[in-house]
């Protein structure tokens, strides 16, 4: 979207260096993770909720699974404070997502990608919010 990072450089490094990547869709009103490969950078996107490119034929792709643990997860958000919280659009697709790992005891390292702008003092949360393990502004990279 406009106001996230551009993560085409990130995912496009992962592959080149062999990494197992995954990318969001919002399916039957959840948010799944289906893989790509290099050649999928340059092809075929379908425009999904909220405007988000997501993977073509998600049917024929494989699904991140409990084998794909630990595991980084990117993720995109409104707003991010210092501790971590995050401000989402407000469907719970992360939180429901992060919910169902922490339940299965999967082990993950959550990070919040965002501009300088995006970071504010406080970030309202409720319990059932999921705070990042890292919030990483771009423009210190």
Same mark, same amino acid.
């Given at each position: 979207?406009?106001?996230?990072?551009?993560?085409?450089?990130?995912?496009?490094?992962?592959?080149?260096d062999g990494k197992n990547v995954f990318v969001p869709k919002i399916t039957n009103d959840k948010l799944q993770f289906?893989?790509?490969?290099?050649?999928?950078?340059?092809?075929?996107?379908?425009?999904?909720?909220?405007?988000?490119?997501?993977?073509?034929?998600?049917?024929?792709?494989?699904?991140?699974? =409990? =084998?794909?643990?630990?595991?980084?997860?990117?993720?995109?958000?409104?707003? %991010?404070?210092? =501790?971590?919280?995050?401000?989402?659009?407000?469907?719970?697709?992360?939180?429901? %997502? %992060?919910?169902?790992?922490?339940?299965?005891?999967?082990?993950?390292?959550?990070?919040?990608?965002?501009?300088? =702008?995006?970071?504010?003092?406080?970030?309202?949360?409720?319990?059932?919010?999921?705070k990042m393990d890292a919030v990483l502004d771009v423009s210190r990279l």
């Amino acid at each position: 979207m406009n106001y996230e990072i551009d993560t085409a450089p990130l995912l496009k490094r992962a592959l080149y260096d062999g990494k197992n990547v995954f990318v969001p869709k919002i399916t039957n009103d959840k948010l799944q993770f289906f893989q790509i490969f290099e050649h999928d950078l340059n092809g075929q996107w379908e425009v999904g909720a909220f405007g988000i490119r997501e993977p073509q034929d998600p049917v024929s792709r494989r699904a991140l699974s =409990s =084998s794909h643990f630990p595991c980084l997860i990117i993720t995109p958000g409104l707003a %991010f404070d210092r =501790s971590g919280n995050r401000l989402g659009r407000g469907k719970g697709y992360y939180d429901r %997502f %992060f919910a169902e790992l922490d339940t299965q005891r999967l082990p993950y390292f959550s990070v919040g990608l965002c501009m300088p =702008s995006q970071i504010v003092k406080r970030v309202p949360a409720k319990p059932w919010d999921k705070k990042m393990d890292a919030v990483l502004d771009v423009s210190r990279l």
